[in-house]
């Protein structure tokens, strides 16, 4: 058996069983991978206290290299972001942004970066201010989505290569069309307004420190998240479950 000992954040945690659980993680050294916690619901167990989804902790395991499930032995909440927890809203943000990373990333492939900026994502969510949590997921999502490779063209018409604010944002063809490409290929997309566009590129050029304080949850963030929400299912090829319990708490 192989030991692995790193720092992970937990994506998911399901029912497996009586007594175990099946907890899906997410690290810079190992990439996505699972492990049963045994007897984590027993009555007189404490084992692997706090390991509830989006904490990140120390875990160590048995994990065979090309295994994508092995069985947890340590684990050591290490940041548990005690604020998100008590806020709906912050909660279904860390929610949609870790699903994004289950469903979005391979099994154990490492990604150090994509470690380091969902880390700093989830810190971000625990500390930022009311008012600017839509922008800083949308910021979150484009900027784990070029992490994982495949982030949209948001400079230069996808189609003809000419700059383009942006007419049509297409999915399938991966980025901005402009206004003389935009009607030969209405297949896969949507509308977008110059405005949401040059939103999209703030977030996908800058990093949050930068863009924070001039962030806010206004009318074009709304118009921004629906646009990258809409991409994300059509990559992922699933509809987020997640993006519902996150509008059912901003009441959108
Ligand atoms: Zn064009």
Wanted: glycine share 8%.
């Amino acid at each position: 058996m192989a030991l692995i000992d790193t720092n992970a954040i937990v994506l998911k945690s399901v029912d497996s069983g009586e007594t175990s659980r099946r907890l899906t993680f997410f690290s810079g050294e190992v990439g996505r991978f699972s492990l049963v916690a045994r007897g984590v619901k027993s009555k007189s167990g404490r084992a692997h206290a706090g390991l509830e989804p989006y904490v990140i902790a120390r875990v160590s395991a048995n994990l065979k290299p090309d295994a994508d499930l092995g069985t947890l032995s340590r684990s050591e909440v290490v940041e548990r972001f005690a604020h998100f927890r008590k806020d709906l809203t912050r909660l279904a943000a860390a929610g949609v942004f870790c699903e994004t990373l289950d469903r979005g990333t391979q099994p154990r492939l490492a990604n150090p970066r994509l470690y380091e900026y969902a880390a700093g994502f989830l810190r971000a969510l625990d500390s930022e201010a009311d008012g600017k949590i839509v922008f800083l997921l949308s910021h979150a999502l484009l900027r784990a989505a070029q992490a994982m490779g495949f982030a949209p063209e948001l400079h230069a018409c996808v189609s003809c290569g000419v700059a383009t604010n942006g007419r049509w944002f297409d999915f399938a063809a991966g980025g901005l069309l402009c206004s003389r490409c935009c009607p030969q290929s209405r297949a896969t997309g949507m509308p977008m307004e110059a405005e949401v566009a040059a939103l999209m590129r703030v977030c996908a050029t800058r990093p949050w420190a930068q863009v924070r304080v001039a962030a806010d949850d206004g009318p074009e963030t709304a118009a921004l998240f629906t646009a990258l929400v809409r991409w994300l299912s059509h990559h992922l090829e699933c509809e987020l479950k997640s993006v519902r319990f996150l509008r059912s708490a901003l009441k959108l």
